[in-house]
């Protein structure tokens, strides 16, 4: 073996320790098991501890897994970068729909009866869901889905949501487990994008509000409101009309939603203002302000100043794909 071929192989070993020292330090301070980071590159558990243990049986593929750690190192680094320069976000912000929604949210559980909130998506309604979750004691969130349509989905949704983690098979056994679970604790279950639910699923919810007496607030987009409404009112769906107690709909994001939102971010700039009211207006409401808020912050921040109207213009561009 020339001397040359052996100065690389000592050169490539101590370039291979201290990677791993590196690759060893960011799994200690992040958690991050070895099987985790073997699958985030895209490499076997085992591949990576012949590498670590310097005992791979082929250079190329040993330089192949020291590529991909250093790119995967590379890409920590950066994103830990990136995010030290976004100012902090604003938690939960109370906006005038808000509190409606909180207050309809009170009311079904205070009461034991059953509430509906409706509206166009991005105005609040999940969020402050979550938000009266954490503020109540025995409250739940049952999210649908399509895959959920059906009643015996729907329960098994509501299973997990309220601790039940056995598997149990038949929609019967399923809502006498729920009803013995939140029966008595004067509780709130909340069934978030009810829109998902076929209109025997939202009765097969209903009656757990009628055997519990445990609140129930169905959540969702217009088409909740239809079809428990049913137009003319069907037989299918008049009884489902007549037992809601309350009814919020929310059917645009108000200006002072938008100002509500705005303030929380420590945002004064009646320009910056101007911008917000005027994407807050648009489809996606708050739920698209807070993510071009949160662009534009970090826009800002690497400028090195305060937000300006033109940042949070681009970030909204940014997020449309580059359009207006």
Not at 47 to 69: D, H, M, V
């Amino acid at each position: 073996m020339s001397n040359e071929k052996v100065i690389t192989m000592r050169s490539s070993a101590k370039s291979d320790d201290a990677l791993i020292a590196a690759i060893r330090q960011e799994m200690d301070e992040s958690g991050l098991s070895q099987t985790r980071l073997a699958a985030q590159i895209g490499k076997s558990s085992s591949a990576l501890s012949q590498y670590f243990n310097g005992t791979y049986p082929s250079a190329k593929g040993r330089e192949e897994i020291a590529t991909l750690l250093a790119q995967w190192l590379d890409a920590r680094h950066e994103k830990r970068r990136s995010l030290s320069e976004i100012p902090e976000v604003p938690g939960y912000t109370e906006t005038p729909s808000g509190k409606r929604i909180q207050a309809a949210l009170s009311y079904a559980q205070m009461f034991g009866d059953s509430a509906v909130v409706y509206g166009l998506p991005g105005v609040g309604k999940t969020c402050t869901a979550q938000e009266y979750q954490r503020s109540a004691p025995n409250v739940w969130i049952a999210t649908m889905s399509p895959a959920t349509a059906t009643v015996a989905a729907a329960l098994e949704e509501v299973c997990d949501a309220v601790g039940l983690r056995d598997t149990l098979h038949g929609a019967a056994r399923m809502k006498r487990a729920i009803a013995r679970r939140i029966r008595g604790t004067q509780g709130l279950l909340i069934i978030d994008e009810a829109q998902h639910l076929s209109t025997r699923a939202l009765e097969e919810l209903r009656t757990l509000n009628d055997a519990t007496g445990v609140g129930l607030a169905y959540m969702g987009s217009e088409k909740v409101h239809v079809r428990l409404t049913g137009g003319s009112r069907s037989d299918d769906t008049a009884q489902l009309f007549s037992r809601q107690g309350k009814w919020v709909g929310i059917q645009k994001t108000t200006a002072k939603d938008i100002a509500a939102l705005v303030a929380a971010w420590h945002i004064d700039d009646s320009r910056v203002m101007d911008a917000a009211q005027e994407i807050g207006s648009r489809p996606g409401g708050l739920r698209g302000l807070t993510k071009a808020l949160r662009l534009a912050s970090m826009f800002a921040a690497g400028e090195g100043g305060a937000m300006q109207r033109e940042h949070l213009v681009q970030a909204w561009r940014d997020l449309q794909g580059g359009e207006a």
